[in-house]
């Protein structure tokens, strides 16, 4: 993708916006076989899949998928939870590795 076809929007406005695939159209050309357009900011990347991870048959393991997240309300002193936000995006994050790296610490006494 080139950088000047980049651009930001907030997520507010992001919901506003109509979507603009027109899916009657694909519809209608997968009905007929049609294959889709060529690409080449898509078609010509070379990927990198040596960091892929691969499933083979009988061999899913739910410990190699990414953890998900539980959403929980959480008191906190306001001077830590200003301390974590200073660090900018990313703060809930930050607060879950330090309390990961201490839940560790404990496993391992």
């Known amino acids: 993708m080139k950088e000047n076809n980049i651009t930001r929007i907030t997520l507010e406005d992001a919901r506003k916006m109509k979507g603009q695939t027109d899916w009657d159209r694909l519809r209608r050309e997968d009905e007929q076989g049609i294959e889709p357009a060529y690409d080449?900011?898509?078609?010509?990347?070379?990927?990198?899949?040596?960091s892929a991870v691969t499933f083979q048959a009988g061999e899913f393991s739910l410990?190699?998928?990414?953890?998900?997240?539980?959403?929980?309300?959480?008191?906190?002193?306001?001077?830590v939870l200003a301390f974590f936000k200073e660090g900018g995006k990313g703060y809930q994050t930050r607060m879950n590795a330090v309390l990961r790296a201490y839940m560790n610490a404990q496993i391992k006494d």
């Open 40 to 50: 080449p900011e898509f078609d010509d990347v070379e990927w990198d899949w040596d």
């Open 63 to 79: 410990d190699k998928l990414p953890r998900s997240k539980a959403a929980i309300s959480l008191r906190v002193d306001r001077d």
